[in-house]
């Protein structure tokens, strides 16, 4: 059984800093893909940071400069460091795992995080 539990979300002021983190069972975690996708209330699901299984790093524009992606391969845990958040950084965060060939792709149940003063 495959389970991805996100961990780190809270409330937090402006310019503050969150560490979130998705450990993962049930999945060989290091050939797969970690992304961390957001939803506001209102607004549609968006990737906000890509891991990929060798280690390279893709961000949504919005997040560039403050926001860090990482894995620990050996704990199966992907982390995602947001530095100088901003109101507008409010939203679920969601933990996924993606692997192209054969396509899988599961989801965590998702942590709330809240900026503001």
């Known amino acids: 059984q495959v389970q991805l539990v996100e961990s780190g979300g809270g409330l937090v002021q402006p310019g503050g800093s969150l560490r979130l983190s998705c450990a993962a069972s049930?999945?060989?975690?290091?050939?797969?893909?970690m992304n961390w996708y957001r939803q506001a209330p209102g607004k549609q699901r968006e990737l906000v940071a890509t891991?990929?299984?060798?280690?390279?790093?893709n961000y949504a524009d919005s997040v560039k400069g403050r926001f860090t992606i990482s894995r620990d391969n050996a704990k199966n845990t992907v982390y995602l460091q947001m530095d100088s958040l901003k109101p507008e950084d409010t939203a679920v965060y969601y933990c996924n795992a993606n692997f192209a060939r054969p396509a899988s792709d599961f989801w965590g149940q998702g942590t709330q995080v809240t900026v503001s003063s």
């Open positions: 049930g999945i060989i975690f290091s050939i797969y893909a």
């Open positions: 891991i990929t299984s060798g280690g390279r790093t």
